[in-house]
């Protein structure tokens, strides 16, 4: 397996209600990471066709063309669109995890798959609980989404949405998994507002959003890709908002950003070179999935049965 690794996290603003136009951004920055080097590339939280802000903004009346338009542009796992992306991450040599809006039927699902070096989806899951106002256009990940880590030849890659960290037990059971490079998808986020205009809790904003993800890192010990959205003034009369940005990062295995900062607004893959053994470093001090741990006092149980909609009686 290789040792030394260049992992790749996109920020950068998608084109919005847009699955044509995402599919060809997509493949274009699958093919930058390709020429750069990238061995895994990290998509943000509904990086197709972007998340649509407004439903924390405004009623489901005044988003009901909104979110028509968002369903039409959600795109299909098994899908002409998806099969550009898989031959596009074939011919760049690199290992997406791709999130986007996945259209099922007449449902939407908070997605990621993991596209491998051939071109192959080894692993798709769904976001297992949206978040608060998110469960009035997504649905549930069913149990097989608790599976969030692959081997890979770069190592064994997890990946969650957003708020799944800070879901404990979730992030827990990807420890279980033997993660080593997790990509962390967000959407984009924003400033706390001012309390006079807007009364906003700080766990809604960028800084808190990745320092949840830098926790995952440091609990986990492993390296952390935080992929996100970036959107520009411009946009925003087009996702029905009345008037943000990126905070992508990649953190070491003990919490080290291994990157500077970038501008909320900037466009592109943000890039490092990270060598797995020094996972070790910190494992040595805490595995909470090993000699840091206390199965005979606390453990987890995890069904990983996926529920069905029908039942044959027999």
Known sequence: MTQTVRVGAVQAEPVWLDLQGGVEKTIALIQQAGKDGVNVLGFPEVWLPGYPWAIWSKSVFENTGLIHSYMANSMARVSPEMDRIRAAAKKAKVFVVLGYSERDGASLYIAQSFINTEGEIVLHRRKIKPT?????????????S??????TPFGKVGGLNCWEHLQPLLRYYEYCQGVQIHVASWPPMFSQPDPEKMISPFHVTGTSSQLSSRFLAIEGQAFVIIATQVLT????EKLN???????TMIFGPDGTALCEPW???KEGIMQADINLQDIDYAKAMADPVGHYSRPD?????????AAKYISSLK
């Open 132 to 144: 608060h106002v998110e469960r009035s256009v997504w649905g549930d990940g069913q149990a097989d």
């Open 263 to 265: 501008p909320q607004g």
């Open 146 to 151: 608790l599976t969030s880590v692959v081997d």
């Open 241 to 247: 908002l009345d008037g943000g940005g990126g905070f």
């Open 233 to 236: 003034v411009g946009n925003l």
């Open 297 to 305: 006092l606390l453990s987890l149980k995890v069904n990983t049965t």
